[in-house]
């Protein structure tokens, strides 16, 4: 494709949204032009206020092939679908001189299930619907919902119910029948979505049903010319939950009770039977795990009192499987489509016991007391992604923080362009010859920059007198500056904690050193919907949101709401953190640094999130304060700070507070 058709369809597109040319989104869209074209990689970081959704859309739709975006979150998901390209499509169609067309595609749980809905009662999941009759309101509501005439049947254009309802109503791609055995195929949901994503030109979609397609090497999503990954800093992350197996006691039990009503006789009695003494092993394991120090919570592999209780699972649950495979007879559409979900729950739950039984040494093993949940996750994904997406199709990979300290190898190992047992840290000659299938003259590396002039819009406030937090949460000296902080800005405040322990210390503080000022403390607790909070935070001027993780990405709040972003500490991997330890320990083991491979390219892209929450226009002013003086007295400190937008530094804590009082004066007056 030409340039110059590139460059008159992006300036259409501006145009139709009353934008402006920016010359970072020009540059962009002429590289994202490039990569389709000559079809190499491309990781381009762009920095807030680029644009870049257009500036990959518009290439995307000039070069008239099926493009699929995948998106790290729901809220850039809907913005690309509902927004952005809604908005441009007409202008670039008459650019163009032809039509465009766009859908969504998501696993088929965002789906309703119609024969799941419709289901009669003694079916496998009655047993499950009876424990929700006290909502049944929510119940009749989606009903109502699901018989509106051209209703998507997608969860988020759905009733707002409670999750168990919707659960009762829509099923796993395992446990899904398919479309030629359900005697609702015609008028589902799902295939419908996935039939208009079929032949549409833009097809949005997740980084986590991308990734299950990647790693399982089975076609899920439609097929594709090229792969755009947005917030592409966490598609690894997203990768590696996307493929952690899971088993829990409830998962066990309830396919019990599937296979219980739906096969009622010995093989299902032994299988209860199993169930049952896994569920005995795992809560008396739960009370033993909870006495062990950090050093002898890490398994290795897996514990010898939940051995025998997971084979005995998976033995039972194959005899299952072997009992349905057997049972040809069933021609009811009804009965073939209960007998699909056990068979999938009952699977599901063998393939992972099988997986617990044989872990390999490139995998990590957890158990998780919270919910009293086994995990398995592989420690890396990348050499996966490195023969299934990365010689597959052209990637764009773009987000506002690819970089660490200036240097995109980190990300580009991650996801497998570059391969990781090149590097120069590795002492195995063997693995050094390994070919990396990704030619590095087929990959570029660009940073557009960002519009905002960061030096003169915000501070960066580094007080160096603060005590280097510890493993309780902040220091007494770090809540007494943050509320100076919050009082001198009058509210006004994003405090970013990087633990629940940190978020509750910081509300019992807060609360009692700004009760007498007119300021309202919104405190994000678990479960908390983080768009509710963020709502709140942005239409009261005068309020301070304090949260974790959630919060360090993703919230988008410009104007005179906030115009602090407080951060209590450097955001290292938790010391718990069973993946990010398990790759810092291989990472030592090999020769190299754990700490420098893992955990500091890791804070480095979270500082930089969470930074990035204070210039969100080119009329924003304020100041990113972190209230952790290692990122001043320790050597590594630099690479941190390379890797966050450019603002004006200082230690001078007086400058910054009046400061943020002119500020608070001057958004009072206006």
Not at 243 to 262: G, I, K, N, P, Y
Not at 439 to 466: H, I
Request: with cysteine; hydrophobic share 40%.
């Amino acid at each position: 494709m030409s340039i110059e058709k590139v460059r008159s369809a992006l300036s259409a597109a501006v145009l139709s949204i009353n934008g402006a040319p920016r010359s970072g989104q020009i540059e962009m869209a002429e590289a994202v032009a490039n990569a389709l074209s000559d079809r190499h990689h491309l990781l381009v970081q762009a920095g807030t206020g680029t644009g870049k959704s257009l500036a990959y859309l518009v290439p995307a739709l000039v070069h008239g092939k099926r493009v699929l975006v995948a998106t790290a979150t729901l809220a850039l998901q809907r913005q690309l679908v509902e927004r952005d390209l809604p908005r441009v499509k007409e202008a670039l169609e008459k650019e163009l001189g032809r039509s465009i067309s766009f859908a969504v595609y998501k696993g088929v749980g965002n789906y309703l299930c119609l024969q799941k809905m419709n289901a009669d009662e003694g079916t496998a999941d009655s047993e499950l619907l009876v424990e929700f009759s006290g909502l049944e309101k929510d119940a009749k509501r989606l009903r109502d919902w699901a018989q509106k005439p051209g209703i998507s049947g997608d969860r988020d254009d759905a009733p707002d119910v409670d999750r168990r309802v919707w659960l009762a109503n829509s099923t796993s791609g395992r446990e899904c029948v398919g479309a030629d055995e359900c005697r609702f195929g015609s008028e589902c949901f799902a295939v419908r979505a996935k039939a208009k994503a079929q032949t549409a030109d833009i097809v949005v979609t997740n980084h986590t049903l991308l990734a299950i397609e990647i790693v399982d090497s089975h076609p899920i999503l439609p097929e594709r010319d090229a792969v755009i990954l947005d917030e592409a800093h966490e598609f690894m992350d997203r990768t590696t939950q996307a493929v952690t197996e899971e088993l829990t006691a409830v998962r066990v039990l309830r396919a019990a009770s599937m296979v219980r009503r739906h096969m009622p006789g010995k093989l299902a009695e032994s299988f209860a039977k199993a169930a049952d003494g896994f569920h005995e092993a795992m809560q008396e394991y739960g009370l033993e795990y909870r006495m062990r120090s950090d050093e002898e919570r890490k398994l290795a592999e897996l514990p010898n009192e939940l051995a025998a209780p997971v084979r005995k699972v998976k033995e039972a649950a194959e005899a299952v499987i072997a009992a349905i495979n057997a049972d040809s007879e069933i021609i009811d559409p009804d009965t073939m489509a209960d007998r699909a979900r056990v068979k999938g729950a009952v699977n599901e739950v063998k393939t992972t016991a099988q997986k617990l039984m044989k872990i390999g040494s490139g995998q990590v093993l957890w158990y998780e007391p919270t919910f009293s949940t086994l995990y398995l996750a592989p420690l890396a994904v990348s050499h996966v992604l490195r023969e299934n997406l990365f010689t597959q199709t052209p990637v764009i990979a773009t987000s506002a923080t690819l970089t660490v300290g200036k240097s995109f190898d980190p990300i580009a190992k991650s996801l497998g362009i570059i391969s990781v047992n090149n590097d120069e840290d590795s002492k195995d000659a063997e693995v050094k010859e390994e070919v990396n299938p990704v030619d590095p003259s087929n990959v570029q590396m660009l940073d557009v920059g960002s519009p905002f002039d960061f030096a003169n819009q915000g501070m960066l406030y580094l007080p160096k007198q603060l005590p280097e937090p510890g493993r309780d949460g902040p220091s007494k000296e770090a809540l007494v500056e943050l509320g100076e902080l919050i009082d001198a800005a009058g509210g006004r405040t994003l405090a970013l904690f990087s633990s629940w322990r940190g978020v509750e210390m910081a509300d019992e503080h807060l609360r009692r050193v700004l009760a007498e000022l007119p300021i309202s403390i919104i405190t994000q607790k678990r479960g908390d919907s983080v768009g509710a909070l963020v709502d709140r935070f942005a239409s009261d001027p005068t309020s301070i949101l304090i949260g974790t993780m959630s919060l360090w990405q993703g919230v988008d709040v410009p104007g005179p709401s906030c115009t602090l972003v407080a951060i209590d500490r450097i955001p290292f991997p938790r010391p718990d953190d069973p993946v990010m330890s398990a790759l810092a320990a291989e990472a030592d083991a090999a020769g190299g640094s754990g700490f420098m491979q893992v955990s500091l390219p890791r804070a480095a892209l979270l500082l930089a999130q969470g930074t990035g929450r204070l210039i969100r226009s080119i009329d924003d002013r304020g100041v990113v304060a972190i209230l952790d003086s290692r990122i001043v007295t320790k050597r590594y400190g630099s690479i941190l700070l390379n890797s966050m937008p450019p603002l004006w530094r200082t230690s001078d804590g007086a400058v910054v507070k009046e400061s943020l009082k002119r500020l608070h004066q001057q958004y009072k007056s206006e």
